[in-house]
Structure formats: structure tokens, C-alpha cells
């Protein structure tokens, strides 16, 4: 990992193509605007891991048996009429 210094509205490149400017330090966080082409994705860390455990939870979804033994343990149903008696 490459460590650098920078100070507020100083940039760093990455490639040709990509611009990290520093455009404000405050107490505790540093607010970093990032200049890249459309086609590459920029996006938190945290956002991405998020994004891929719900895919993950989707495709894997219930399985079926799963299902069937919670609909098993489901009391019978009763028609209208049984309940009026």
C-alpha cells in the first residue's frame, strides 16, 4: 500500500485516468472528491460488501425443504363453515 501526505485541494493520480483530490480536512474526517471515467465504478468499500451479501442471501434464498417443514408444522386449515359450529 502506497502512503502519501497531501494537503486540502492537492490530488493524486491514479493512471491517466483517474484524479483523487483532497478538498477538505476537518477534526476527524477528510472529504475526498474522486474524477474518473463513467465506465469505471466508484463506490464505499462498505457499500459493495453490503451489495454482495444480499446477493449472496438472494440467490441462496430458502431452500425448499426448508419451506416444506415450516408449512408442515402449520396447523390444518379449517373452511368457514367449520369455525361457525
Do not use: C, F, W, Y
Not at 7 to 13: N, Y
Not at 18 to 47: F, K, Q
Amino acid at each position: 500500500m502506497l502512503m502519501m501526505s497531501r494537503r486540502e485541494g492537492e490530488t493524486i493520480l491514479i493512471g491517466d485516468a483517474i484524479e483523487i483530490v483532497i478538498t477538505h480536512i476537518g477534526r476527524t474526517r477528510v472529504r475526498v472528491g474522486i474524477r474518473a471515467p463513467r465506465e469505471t465504478a466508484v463506490i464505499a468499500r462498505e457499500v459493495k460488501l453490503v451489495r454482495d451479501e444480499n446477493r449472496a442471501a438472494a440467490v441462496a434464498g430458502p431452500t425448499r425443504t426448508a419451506l416444506t417443514g415450516l408449512i408442515a408444522r402449520l396447523p390444518a386449515a379449517q373452511s368457514p363453515a367449520e369455525t361457525l359450529e
